[in-house]
């Protein structure tokens, strides 16, 4: 199962750096996901969670479980935009640990420790057999209406590891998830008690 990457699948650390894949085995690992889970009603604004755990059940190491997520910013068409992509989901925290000290990017938004260098890829090392775990995504939604978003797990970040269940195929899924839009500003009327649309008044 091939991860989208950013730029070269055969990144170097510096110059003159060895093949990230140099050490990677051409083999396939048998995992499962134990739980996959986001919920499928969010709202603009509410923070949400997606967490997905694996479970490595073959007899061998995995090098890297990778978690790919494609579907967390979309496409705007804008003329002259600088970027168009634009996020459905903002991450406030992505899978792994966060560096302690934080760097300065972490202290606006603490995106864990699992980020690497391929678009929309989070990775956390090696897994022996009959361990698991688990990737968790602290989200907040952005972007209202009917979103799918596909996730595949992965043995390694050069796409030489493969992946398959104990039926053999794959391992991945979607979730189907809507967001609603923000709700309409409303306020309690102080002469009444009774919630009404609108900002409340200033105070004098």
């Not at 996020?87 to 966060?98: D, K, L, N, Q, T």
């Not at 688990?134 to 996730?151: C, D, I, S």
């Not at 595949?152 to 053999?168: E, F, P, R, T």
Request: net charge positive.
């Amino acid at each position: 199962m091939a991860l989208a990457v950013a730029g070269s699948a055969l990144l170097a650390s510096g110059c003159g750096g060895a093949r990230q894949d140099a050490n990677e085995p051409a083999k396939s690992f048998e995992m499962k996901i134990v739980r996959a889970s986001f919920p499928a009603k969010q709202a603009v604004a509410r923070p949400t969670t997606l967490e997905l755990q694996v479970r490595n059940t073959g007899a061998s190491t995995v090098p890297v479980v990778a978690v790919t997520l494609d579907s967390l910013s979309y496409t705007e068409h804008y003329p002259e935009l600088a970027a168009d992509k634009r996020p459905v989901w903002a991450i406030e925290r992505g899978p792994g640990p966060v560096a302690k000290p934080p760097v300065e990017s972490q202290e606006v938004s603490q995106l864990g420790g699992a980020q690497t260098a391929y678009v929309n890829t989070w990775a956390l090392g090696p897994l022996a057999p009959g361990a698991t775990q688990t990737f968790r995504w602290e989200l907040v939604p952005v972007k209202p209406g009917a979103h799918t978003v596909n996730f595949a797990i992965a043995a390694g970040l050069s796409g030489k590891a493969k992946v398959h269940m104990a039926s053999g195929g794959p391992l991945g899924g979607r979730f189907a998830v809507n967001v609603a839009p923000a709700p309409a500003t409303t306020h309690v009327d102080p002469a009444t008690g009774h919630v009404v649309a609108g900002a409340a008044p200033a105070i004098p």
